[in-house]
Each structure stands twice: as C-alpha cells, then as structure tokens.
T-cell receptor, first 113, second 111 residues
Framework: NAGVTQTPKFQVLKTGQSMTLQCAQD?????MYWYRQDPGMGLRLIYY???????DKGEVPNGYNVSRLNKREFSLRLESAAPSQTSVYFC????????????FGSGTRLTVV | QKEVEQNSGPLSVPEGAIASLNCTYS??????FFWYRQYSGKSPELIMS????GDKEDGRFTAQLNKASQYVSLLIRDSQPSDSATYLC???????????FGSGTQLTVLP
C-alpha cells in the first residue's frame, strides 16, 4: 500500500521561481490537505480540499495555490517562491469519521535561496 | 484563532518510566483529538485518537480527554528509547475536519 505519495522529496529554488508539489493518495479518501512545518511552529494548514472539485484556504494560504485534479491528486503551487516559504511541506488525506486521523505523505523539504 | 498548546519540553524520562504529555485547546466545538508521533526528519504518524471524555488505552499508550477542562493528555507506560520523538497533539475543527496542531513536545527516553 503506497498510502500518500509526495514528489519531489527535496527541492532548492531561487527566489521568484515557481514550482508545483505533487500529492496522490490511493486510499479513496475524500479529504486532502497541505501543511507546512517550520521549527518551533508545528504544522500549519495551507489549503484543504473536502472533496473532489472543492478547495478552501487554511491558516497560511498567501503565496500558494492548489488544484484538486481528481479524487486521488491534490497539488500545491508556488507561483513566485520567497525565502519565507523555505519549509517542510506535508500532504495528508483522511476519511470521514470522528476517530479517523490523517495519513501523511513523506514530505517535501523545500529551500528557497 | 483556534489554538492548541503543548509544553515544548524537552521532556526526559528514564527507560521503564511513565511519560506524561499534555495538551490544551481553545475551541470548545472541537470533536476529535489525536496524538501523533514524529521522528526527526520523518512525517507524523498517528498513534491515538479519542473523542469521548475519559480514558482510551491502546497497548502502552493511554489517551485522556476532559472536554470541560479542554484538556487532552497522553501517557506512555514502560517508556522505551524507541519512544524518543516529538509528540504532536491535534484537534479537529470546521466542517472539513481540519486538524489544528500544537507545536509538539520533544520526548527523550534515557536508557
């Protein structure tokens, strides 16, 4: 079982460059999420998608866009990367139910220079 | 702003002892509560979930929830060096069950 697959695992960008982080899940989950994790700040929600065709902003959406391409795939795009976007990015998915937590991907470590 | 607060630690316990991790949350509408374990350089891994007041046990782990006090805790019995990690408390909010995470407590179990 692959679970949640993220690509790439590492990326270095120059300020102003753009890139797309890819995420795919094979668990038939409706909900998908993008978080960033910075030292001492925990995980912060960037965007989420409650179902195919819908997306909503989280706590820190500025500088990002997302696409829910289909039920399996949820991508995160940085249009013009800034050093403040240096972080570890995690994609996650979940199914409905009170006790169901998230399954996380392995993360993308992004450095913007 | 919905908040989840955890003691940042670090918390050190000797092998075989009980480790106690605490978390408070601000949103009284929160319905589900989770504990994740994160090893350095790895992604968070779900270890416990709880949504009813009281205790829930799973092996060496016990989660405790008190909604009136807006408090959730995790006890790890017979702590092992392999339990050394950062433990993240997470709380659901919103119609899409978005999780709000605390900043984590770093636990070190000393052999």
């Amino acid at each position: 079982n692959a679970g949640v697959t993220q690509t790439p695992k590492f990326q270095v960008l120059k300020t102003g460059q753009s890139m797309t982080l890819q995420c795919a899940q094979d668990m038939n989950h409706n909900s998908m999420y993008w978080y960033r994790q910075d030292p001492g700040m925990g995980l912060r929600l960037i965007y989420y998608s409650a179902s195919e065709g819908t997306t909503d902003k989280g706590e820190v959406p500025n500088g990002y866009n997302v696409s829910r391409l289909n039920k399996r795939e949820f991508s995160l795009r940085l249009e013009s990367a800034a050093p403040s976007q240096t972080s570890v990015y995690f994609c996650a998915s979940s199914e409905e139910g009170l006790g169901n937590g998230y399954t996380f991907g392995s993360g993308t470590r992004l450095t913007v220079v | 702003q919905k908040e989840v607060e955890q003691n940042s630690g670090p918390l050190s316990v000797p092998e075989g002892a009980i480790a106690s991790l605490n978390c408070t949350y601000s949103d009284r509408g929160s319905q589900s509560f989770f504990w994740y374990r994160q090893y350095s350089g790895k992604s968070p891994e779900l270890i416990m979930s709880i949504y009813s007041n009281g205790d829930k046990e799973d092996g060496r782990f016990t989660a405790q929830l008190n909604k009136a006090s807006q408090y959730v805790s995790l006890l790890i019995r017979d702590s092992q060096p392999s339990d050394s990690a950062t433990y993240l408390c997470a709380v659901t909010s919103g119609s899409a069950r978005q999780l709000t995470f605390g900043s984590g407590t770093q636990l070190t179990v000393l052999p």
